[in-house]
Structures are given as structure tokens and as C-alpha cells.
T-cell receptor, first 117, second 113 residues
Framework: GAVVSQHPSWVICKSGTSVKIECRSLDFQATTMFWYRQFPKQSLMLMATSNEGSKATYEQGVEKDKFLINHASLTLSTLTVTSAHPEDSSFYIC?????????????FGPGTRLTVL | KNQVEQSPQSLIILEGKNCTLQCNYTVSPFSNLRWYKQDTGRGPVSLTIMTFSENTKSNGRYTATLDADTKQSSLHITASQLSDSASYICVVSAETGTYKYIFGTGTRLKVLA
């Protein structure tokens, strides 16, 4: 149990376009979802936290107008990178917390590799 | 400031050998400590979780220890295999309303044949 999926697993796009990444909890309800970004040889950096039905809370330094997060249901959250630029190229990982595991336990997705040309 | 530091930053060992990874943290109020394994290009996978009252937890060839007094943890890998090559991340959870995870810098382990 407690499986989190992400789609797509990798995406290549042109500079200036927008990219949407989906995060799904497959066998539990995710009341909270987290979005992380990871650069090569670095650890995960939290970008934002979203609770189902509420606006996301962004970490300091993360542009909310550039990284749009929607958490409209208990099993799906999306991250849209708007007007992507090469510096947005990174590995994006989501995690979900809710009705599975210990209180507050996060289950991680497999990640999405974004490359902006 | 809540921080989690890991050492060494990277490690190379021969297949079959044992190794120990270290994690020091300054997180308050402490809730629990997890060790994750992250293969290249994949999401983290949980290995162990320990609360304040637990000082050791095993998962196959992985054994984690926790000293809540000194705020240190270690992950011991026994009889390493090539598939153990990965990043190992120590994550401490603070006892706050959001149970935010505080990530360590990670240790990159390479096991050679």
C-alpha cells in the first residue's frame, strides 16, 4: 500500500512553454501533498505544501506564479511550471501524506525529470 | 535553526564490505528520524523509522541506530552489494502541525565489484 505515482516520468520542452506534472496517490487519500525539487548531487528542497481544497503554501524563494500547484482532489495534485526556462531543468518529486502510514508520514513518488531546452 | 548533517558526503567500498553512515541533527521538537535510499533518477524509498524511544531498527542488511541524547544516528550496511549503490538520506521530522521533513545532505555510496 501507500503508492504514489508521477506522470510523466520525464519531459523535454522548449523554453517559454508550460509543463504540467501530475502526482497521484493510488491507494490512499492524500490530505497533504508536497512538491520538491532536486538538483544533481543535492538533497531534496521543499518547494510547496498543499492541502486538498486549499491554496498551496510556498517556501521562501519559490515563485508561486511560476510554479502553479493545484490539489483539487484527495488523490491528485498537479504542478505546472509556467514559461519554463533552462534554469528550471531539475528533478521534481512529489510526496503525499494522509490516510496511510504513521501520522504525518510522507510517501514519495518516483520523480519527474524536466529538461528545458 | 533545524538542520540535519550527514557524513561522509560520499563513500566508495568494495562489494561484501560493511559501512556506516552518520547523521547529526539539531531539530526541535523532535518527532522521528528516517533513513531513505534514493537510486539515481528515482524517488526516495524508506528504509527505517525511529521515534525518540527507539535506539535501533533493522531492515534486512540495514541497521539504524539513534542516540536522542547526542542527537546522532547511524546507518550500518552489512555485506554490501552492488545494488546498494545509491544516495542515503537522513530525514528528521519535527513535531509541528505540518510534520515537515528536514532533509540531510545525503551520502552517496558506491559499491564496487
Amino acid at each position: 500500500g501507500a503508492v504514489v505515482s508521477q506522470h510523466p516520468s520525464w519531459v523535454i520542452c522548449k523554453s517559454g512553454t508550460s509543463v504540467k506534472i501530475e502526482c497521484r496517490s493510488l491507494d490512499f487519500q492524500a490530505t497533504t501533498m508536497f512538491w520538491y525539487r532536486q538538483f544533481p548531487k543535492q538533497s531534496l528542497m521543499l518547494m510547496a505544501t498543499s492541502n486538498e481544497g486549499s491554496k498551496a503554501t510556498y517556501e521562501q524563494g519559490v515563485e508561486k506564479d511560476k510554479f502553479l500547484i493545484n490539489h483539487a482532489s484527495l488523490t491528485l495534485s498537479t504542478l505546472t511550471v509556467t514559461s519554463a526556462h533552462p534554469e528550471d531543468s531539475s528533478f521534481y518529486i512529489c510526496s503525499a501524506s494522509g490516510t496511510s502510514g504513521r501520522r504525518g508520514e510522507q510517501f514519495f513518488g518516483p520523480g519527474t525529470r524536466l529538461t528545458v531546452l | 535553526k533545524n538542520q540535519v548533517e550527514q557524513s561522509p558526503q560520499s563513500l566508495i567500498i568494495l562489494e561484501g564490505k560493511n559501512c556506516t553512515l552518520q547523521c547529526n541533527y539539531t531539530v526541535s521538537p523532535f518527532s522521528n528520524l528516517r533513513w531513505y535510499k534514493q537510486d539515481t533518477g528515482r524517488g526516495p524509498v524508506s528504509l527505517t523509522i525511529m521515534t525518540f524511544s527507539e535506539n535501533t531498527k533493522s531492515n534486512g542488511r540495514y541497521t539504524a541506530t539513534l542516540d536522542a541524547d547526542t542527537k546522532q544516528s547511524s546507518l550500518h550496511i552489512t555485506a554490501s552489494q552492488l545494488s546498494d549503490s545509491a544516495s542515503y538520506i537522513c530525514v528528521v521530522s519535527a513535531e509541528t502541525g505540518t510534520y515537515k521533513y528536514i532533509f540531510g545532505t545525503g551520502t552517496r555510496l558506491k559499491v564496487l565489484a
